[in-house]
């Protein structure tokens, strides 16, 4: 029997191991399968690493690249104005060899310099400085610059004073500009502020608002001091209009000149100016104006009542009955046991 038992535990053992080693082996197999799929990722992973290394290296040759054809590119840009710059002196040299200077080209050639004749010199030098502040013309070029744009009176005034000028070492634009405002512009806007003072409304508002603009880009006033002086020298029916509306900026007064001229022109029955159009297209009804009716006098007429009435002297008599008496509380008392009022004293 102790045969026995020992054969079914040596079965049972045996058993056990058999089903120990096959689980050792499935756990190998696992295992096997598990290095093999972290081998397979990190291949992959080591691939994808050196792919974007070799682009990361040729991105950072191209931009290398990129940046020597952008150097050399510039290089070529800032030596070509050179070469030609010193073409075109040399070709100007060689032609003007007698007068030794060489031809001036503006800088942007689509900008029409402004010609001159001799006439309206101030509205000409703004629009020549604007040229040369666009056109971005050194101080040594806006002579030979705007001599070749210079005509009739303008061009024999030029050739004369350049006459006149050719012992001189050096002219400078603020010399030759001076010049040219003594023989054009001398008796124009002598005074510009004293003119502007002086400028009244004569015509339309926006006549007068012309001829303020033109003498006010002359002077050197602040926007208050050109609000005041626009509203004092309209004509007096406007001015008083405007100031009602305390305009805050010469913009605002002159379109409140512009619509109350408007309102006037077409009550008056004239033809209103083109350059204003009214707010509505509806007739404007004009209102006279009346005066408002003088208050009541407070003063007492010899016929009327009086408005206040004042009590009567303490010392007077008075019509009114007498205040009833109070009884006392001794009589109270007795009143209420005899059954009658304690106030008056009367039956209940």
């Not at 075109?88 to 031809?103: F, V």
């Amino acid at each position: 029997m102790g045969d026995g038992t020992t054969t079914r535990m040596q079965k049972e053992l045996a058993a056990l191991h058999q089903k120990h080693d096959s689980l050792e082996a499935k756990l190998d197999a696992k295992y096997e399968q598990l290095d093999a799929k972290i081998d397979s990722s990190v291949g992959r992973l080591q691939t994808s690493m050196d792919q974007l290394a070799m682009d990361m290296r040729d991105m950072r040759r191209f931009m290398e690249a990129m940046q020597k054809r952008s150097d050399q590119t510039h290089e070529s840009r800032s030596v070509t104005p050179d070469l030609l710059s010193n073409q075109t002196s040399a070709l100007a040299g060689s032609s003007n060899e007698n007068q030794g200077q060489s031809r001036v080209f503006t800088k942007r050639s689509k900008i029409e310099c402004p010609r001159f004749n001799g006439t309206n010199f101030f509205g000409w030098h703004s629009k020549i400085n604007l040229f040369s502040a666009a056109d971005a013309t050194a101080e040594k070029d806006k002579i030979p610059t705007i001599m070749m744009h210079l005509e009739g009176q303008a061009l024999q005034w030029h050739l004369r004073y350049m006459r006149t000028m050719e012992h001189t070492s050096e002219l400078t634009w603020f010399t030759y500009l001076f010049a040219m405002r003594e023989r054009f512009g001398c008796n124009e806007y002598m005074k510009p502020f004293a003119q502007l003072v002086a400028l009244k409304q004569t015509g339309s508002v926006d006549d007068y608002f012309n001829a303020f603009e033109t003498l006010l880009n002359l002077c050197n006033c602040s926007e208050e001091q050109a609000l005041s002086i626009f509203l004092t020298n309209l004509k007096l029916d406007i001015s008083r209009q405007v100031q009602v509306n305390h305009p805050q900026t010469l913009n605002q007064a002159v379109n409140y000149a512009r619509h109350i001229e408007f309102l006037l022109t077409t009550t008056n029955g004239q033809q209103p100016s083109n350059t204003f159009l009214p707010i509505s297209a509806a007739p404007v009804t004009h209102i006279p104006y009346k005066p408002p009716k003088k208050p009541a006098s407070i003063l007492q007429s010899p016929n009327s009542s009086p408005l206040i009435t004042y009590p009567k002297s303490l010392s007077s008599k008075s019509d009114s009955p007498p205040s009833p008496k109070i009884p006392k509380r001794e009589e109270r008392d007795a009143h209420r046991k005899q059954g009658l009022c304690m106030w008056c004293g009367d039956k209940v």
